[in-house]
């Protein structure tokens, strides 16, 4: 499977860089994780957004939604044939606005794995202000294993959660010293997720705009000396 980063900026989007966006893609089959600022656009540098076959949101916070509204307009205006499904939790009321023309939510619980396409996606609720969850996604052709964390504080959960994961995409919102936190993690603590469950690769994202990334980097790598980390990069590709 290949994973296409949009957009990482945590909060907003800053010197060119949307929030939260990840393209997905498996023979074919192109799911979006979450649709933050300037995702559409992103998006469009790499596929045609008529061509997703769905949508995965993590949760209801505007930094991962903001581009929805224009996606749905671009389903509903640009050739109208075909429905997205936009799978999202209930435990808030803004899910609603998953229903349009020619876009359909499709409900998740979050107690058990689903299939999307060729991808098998399992589910952790995560430690932030409203109900979010992290997702496992394995291809299930190859086992080929993506985890990311969506929003969060530090959670022992996420060791098992990502136990082996080929890549860690890991929010990293916050500095060293602020760990246990509730909202979202440190360098040292998603390092020490990442070491504990033996990835092969963490990726650091949601990150803060402005902040000292190379501080950020170099801090979790101290905290995970065994893994490749990286800073996300717009526009990345990477062969899983
Ligand atoms: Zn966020
Ligand atoms: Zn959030």
Redesign the pocket.
Known sequence: MKLTILGFM??YPADGVG??AYLLESHGFHLLMDVGSGAVLALEKHLDPKKLDALILTHY?P??IADMGVLQHIFQLKEPDKVLPIYGHTESPLHQLRDHTFTKGIDYEGNEPITIGPFRISFLKTAHPVPCYALAITEEETGKKLVFTA?SGYLEAFIPFSKNADVLLA?T?FFRGQEGHKVHMTPLEVGKIAEAANVQKLILT?LPPGGNWSQILEDAQASAPHISVQLAEKDLQIII
Do not use: L, R, S, Y
């Open positions: 945590g909060g929030t939260t916070h930094d991962h929003d929010d919102n949601h």
